[in-house]
């Protein structure tokens, strides 16, 4: 199976953000990842709720909002009506998870639940059958270009033994210093979603470096 590409916008080069929306649309991408960050639950603040609006005026793919803030079942509807099609809050931000996911399904959203690297995913086991993505952070949220965190694979490997049992849909989204030089190994141990902010707005040709993510194949059955 070819993994879900979703490019983040935050490494975009945001004075000419029409552009870049535009490029990943003749792109291979399949999503575009766009990062909320509230400066609270992160040490960083991204944009919010008119930009997002502005990136979905221009885009033809769905945006996947990850949302990097406190308190985010505040704001869901606004981030709904800024064209958030699947809206992923912190584990670590909700204090009762469980209905902050039925809130993002009554507004007609995918609901995605993103882990920090520290937390572990036995801890979604309860609530996967809610959940449509869980969006695995590679990097600890804040910022991109950050270096990949190689316990990633074990938790992607746990994640969809606990999908499996569960009989669960859920899809698992890797978030946080991915390229092509661990993609193969992602995708080998159950990833199924690929996030890339700078592997690809850094690169001289972004959309042969999408096209390339698009291309990767499980390791295994290589
Ligand atoms: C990190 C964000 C990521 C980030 C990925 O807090 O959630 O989506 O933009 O950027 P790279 O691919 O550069 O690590
Ligand atoms: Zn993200």
Redesign the pocket.
Known sequence: MKPIIAP?I??ADFANLQKEVEMLNQSEADWI?V?I?DGAF?PNISFGIPVTEAIHRYAQKPLDV?L?IERPEKYLEAFKKAGAEIISVHYEACQHLHRTLQQIKELGCKTGVAINPHTPVGLLSDVINEIDLVCV?S?N??????KFIENTYHKVRELRDIIQAKGAQTLIEI????STANAGKLMASGADVL?????VFNAENPLQTIAGLKQTTDEKNV
């Open positions: 983040s935050l490494a990842h990062d960050m992160v990850h990097m952070m990097v949220p804040g910022f991109g270009g950050q978030d946080g210093g991915v996030v890339a902010g700078s592997f």
